[in-house]
């Protein structure tokens, strides 16, 4: 891995597991298998090898090469597991990541004037949100859908309807 690299975040370690240094995570990819597909990734931005991943009821748990020791793990805690964007699999279409939508500008889908910038992308079970941080500063929660926010060229026009 090199630097430069756009990282896109998979996890992030939430404590120690047992005496032998492997990592309790909590998973922002699909799942553990997804993680799991990936044989290097940046720890804190260190490069370490993924070694095993396995799913549990809060997440995953992890063996990194390194780390053999509780005490190691537990200095882990925080640090999170990235891997280039172009480590990811291939999308199909109409498929995104919620990484390729953050930072896109959002301008109203009326006029064209600039809105602000996509923060946050949220999942509450009913279709991803964009939380859009506006230029004053406030941050509002557009529904992801046609219509309403649309993925245009290199960015989003928003129906200022749903800004207020």
Same mark, same amino acid.
């Given at each position: ?21 492997? #990592? !309790?995570? !909590? ?39 390194? #780390? ?11 640090? #999170? ?39 946050? #992308? ?43």
């Amino acid at each position: 891995m090199s630097g430069g690299e756009r990282l896109v975040t998979l996890a992030a370690v939430v404590g120690a597991h047992g005496v032998t240094g492997e #990592v !309790k995570l !909590k998973l922002f990819a699909e799942s553990a298998e997804s993680l799991a597909a990936h044989e290097r990734v940046l720890v804190g931005g260190r490069e370490m090898r993924l070694r095993a991943v396995r799913a549990n009821p809060r997440g995953a748990t992890a063996r990194l090469d390194g #780390v053999g020791d509780r005490d190691t793990a537990e200095a882990l805690r925080g640090a #999170v597991l990235q891997v280039p964007r172009d480590a990811l699999p291939p999308l199909g279409e109409g498929e995104y990541y919620h990484a390729d939508l953050l930072g896109l500008s959002c301008r109203a889908a009326t006029d064209g004037t600039p809105l602000g910038a996509v923060a946050a #992308v949220e999942n509450f079970g009913a279709g991803d949100l964009l939380e859009i941080e506006l230029a004053d500063g406030r941050r509002v929660l557009v529904p992801f859908r046609p219509g309403v926010a649309d993925w245009v060229g290199e960015g989003i026009a928003v129906d200022p309807a749903f800004l207020e």
